[in-house]
């Protein structure tokens, strides 16, 4: 079996900035709920749109509740998940 090759550097730096990038909106999502909702809600609304599939999205944020609860409980499994990653490619470079 061959040995697993190193990431370089600049992979773990960008790696670990998308991570920054998530756990920055978990953090607003989880501490500065009414703020992230309504900056998300303004952003589908606003015209012209770029978002394709506004509509859609509109109608899964109307019922505010139940969509604060459904982005909490996967927030939670990939906080997880995006922990875990950079826990194995950090890990990865130092071996």
Do not use: C, H
């Amino acid at each position: 079996m061959m040995p697993l090759a190193r990431p370089t550097l600049g992979f773990i730096i960008v790696f670990l900035f998308f991570s920054l990038l998530f756990l920055r909106n978990t953090y607003k999502l989880w501490f500065k709920t009414d703020e992230y909702y309504q900056d998300i809600y303004n952003s589908l609304t606003r015209e012209p749109s770029i978002y394709p599939f506004r509509q859609f999205f509109l109608q899964r944020i109307e019922n505010k509740q139940r969509w604060v609860l459904w982005q909490k409980s996967f927030s939670l499994l990939g906080l997880v998940a995006v922990v875990a990653a950079d826990v194995l490619v950090v890990i990865g470079y130092f071996q």
